[in-house]
T-cell receptor, first 115, second 109 residues
């Protein structure tokens, strides 16, 4: 089991550029989450997919953020245009079931720096 | 404002000492999870507690879920340098996990 795989590990970009973060969940997991972690706000849920369908995107900060899950083994989080305040570590996590008792398996994150 | 408040924010102790981390909320949760995160990595699940008053032990770590399912504690006995990390509690309702800000624990050799 390779775990949740995220790419890239680090991304440095200039304000106004488009950024795409990628995630491969654990095979067989039907729930996928995107989180953002900052010193100020901790871990915040951005969006939740169940069986590839977005269920809750209330945490997506603005229209500049979008996420897709075209199939069970791939998801993207896109920021267009990026701003310095988007700098954070973005985590993807998957779980076997959608219930709150099901543990989340996190990737190692993408550290985004927007200058 | 965090739904879950963790205290203390930072904790630095000597190897062999004991420590306790607290996680409090005014909300009731169906379950509570504890994670540990090391630099450059994602959080890793330590334990899930489900029943009010439940106590779970994982080697030197003891986890307790409050009777009202609003709070929890993590106690480490005889801490070791390998216990160093960011400890996060997360309350679950339905599919949603709400995380506390975390407690950074440093165990000095």
């Amino acid at each position: 089991d390779a775990g949740v795989i995220q790419s890239p590990r680090h991304e440095v970009t200039e304000m106004g550029q488009e950024v795409t973060l990628r995630c491969k969940p654990i095979s067989g997991h039907n729930s996928l989450f995107w989180y953002r972690q900052t010193m100020m706000r901790g871990l915040e849920l951005l969006i939740y997919f169940n069986n590839n369908v977005p269920i809750d995107d209330s945490g997506m900060p603005e229209d500049r953020f979008s996420a897709k899950m075209p199939n069970a083994s791939f998801s993207t989080l896109k920021i267009q245009p990026s701003e310095p305040r988007d700098s954070a570590v973005y985590f993807c996590a998957s779980s076997l079931a959608s219930g709150g008792n099901s543990p989340l398996h996190f990737g190692n994150g993408t550290r985004l720096t927007v200058t | 404002t965090q739904l879950l408040e963790q205290s203390p924010q930072f904790l630095s102790i000597q190897e062999g000492e004991n420590l306790t981390v607290y996680c409090n909320s005014s909300s009731v949760f169906s379950s509570l999870q504890w994670y540990r995160q090391e630099p450059g990595e994602g959080p890793v699940l330590l334990v899930t507690v489900v029943t009010g008053g439940e106590v779970k032990k994982l080697k030197r770590l003891t986890f307790q879920f409050g009777d009202a399912r609003k709070d929890s504690s993590l106690h480490i006995t005889a801490a070791q340098p390998g216990d160093t990390g960011l400890y996060l509690c997360a309350g679950a309702n339905d599919y949603k996990l709400s995380f506390g800000a975390g407690t950074t624990v440093t165990v000095r050799a």
